[in-house]
């Protein structure tokens, strides 16, 4: 299964309509989120490292992946600093309080969301 996925997560970043400009809101939707949400769940409950981190940073040469968790979380969550990807002109941006060394609120886009989480 792991595999399937993965390369069914290759396969979608590989088209060509996923490579442009235009396209990078979809590159970095939710559906890729959900792809490596699974495989990080499905090494880990393998307990296996070698695909855990290929996954998390991209780094496994024998695992390759197109979009790693390092990869999408830099552009599809921001924290306050940070200028959002611009996928919607309306801006529904949700806010989802995450931790992290500053404990600061970050923000994170739901693509498929037809207006703000509250």
């Known amino acids: 299964m792991f595999n399937l996925i993965r390369e069914a997560s290759n396969f979608r970043a590989a088209l060509p ?21 699974g495989l990080l769940a499905m090494a880990r409950f393998l307990d296996d490292g070698r ?4 996954v998390l940073c991209g780094t496994g040469r024998s695992i390759p ?32 309080p995450f931790f992290n060394s500053g404990y600061r609120v970050g923000r994170l886009f739901i693509s498929s969301a037809g207006a703000p989480f509250r």
């Open 17 to 37: 309509e996923m490579n442009g400009p235009e396209s990078v809101c979809e590159r970095y939707s939710n559906h890729v989120g959900a792809h490596l949400l």
């Open 51 to 54: 695909k855990f981190n290929a």
């Open 65 to 96: 992946l197109a979009i790693s968790w390092a990869d999408w979380f830099n552009h599809a969550v921001y924290g306050e600093p940070d200028k959002p990807i611009g996928c919607h002109k309306s801006g529904n941006a949700v806010v989802i």
